[in-house]
T-cell receptor, first 114, second 109 residues
Framework: ETGVTQSPTHLIKTRGQQVTLRCSSQ?????VSWYQQALGQGPQFIFQ???????GRGNFPPRFSGLQFPNYSSELNVNALELDDSALYLC?????????????FGQGTRLTVV | LAKTTQPISMDSYEGQEVNITCSHN???????ITWYQQFPSQGPRFIIQ???TKVTNEVASLFIPADRKSSTLSLPRVSLSDTAVYYC??????????FGPGTRLSVLP
């Protein structure tokens, strides 16, 4: 049990729709990162938020956007869904920069786009 | 961008020691080396992190040579429940990890 909670756990959307995924970070953690994991592959970094500001972004188009709230919880929004967006979406919370500290991952949200 | 190379898969038997080696030739001076374990349909779980030489915790050891261009995760006396995908990661000098495909470890009875 990591203390990182993601909702919903599963979701089915139609191509072209928009989706919002939510993440409650571990208490005291000020950094949240989001990852996309396609079946059989490693997680791919989408972006990271530190104290409500985006401070790093991977190779994802602008239709992937996010927010971090004052309580450090976070949202991932994806517009104009495509079939290839079907994946497990993971959020990770940490105290400070993810690459130099232990990150705690949630169980993920399984998104299926049909 | 620091990338890693690991074996795609490994097999072992219960009770054996397993060593998984990772290459990271472009590791930056300030980067740490971190290993995660992932079971199907779950998020990755932190195993161990190090910068140089050797680090040991209750579940694993991490060996890092002086040039830091590779690292070896050592799992002592594996059990069936250690069957999982293991990821070696290094910071890319910025704010995020670069996950490769990982090593799929199968522990056989």
């Amino acid at each position: 049990e990591t203390g990182v909670t993601q909702s919903p756990t599963h979701l089915i959307k139609t191509r072209g729709q928009q989706v919002t995924l939510r993440c409650s970070s571990q208490s005291g953690h000020n950094t949240v990162s989001w990852y996309q994991q396609a079946l059989g592959q490693g997680p791919q970094f989408i972006f990271q938020y530190y104290r409500e500001e985006e401070n790093g972004r991977g190779n994802f188009p602008p239709r992937f956007s996010g927010l971090q709230f004052p309580n450090y919880s976070s949202e991932l929004n994806v517009n104009a869904l495509e079939l290839d967006d079907s994946a497990l979406y993971l959020c990770a919370s940490s105290l400070g920069q993810v690459s130099n500290t232990e990150a705690f991952f949630g169980q993920g949200t399984r998104l299926t786009v049909v | 961008l620091a990338k890693t190379t690991q074996p795609i898969s490994m097999d072992s038997y219960e009770g054996q020691e397993v060593n998984i080696t990772c290459s990271h030739n472009n590791i930056a001076t300030n980067d740490y080396i971190t290993w995660y374990q992932q079971f199907p349909s779950q998020g990755p779980r932190f195993i161990i992190q190090g910068y140089k030489t050797k680090v040991t915790n209750e579940v694993a050891s991490l060996f890092i040579p002086a040039d830091r261009k590779s690292s070896t995760l050592s799992l002592p006396r594996v059990s069936l429940s250690d069957t999982a995908v293991y990821y070696c990661l290094v910071g890319d000098g910025g704010q995020n990890f670069v996950f490769g495909p990982g090593t799929r470890l199968s522990v056989l009875p």
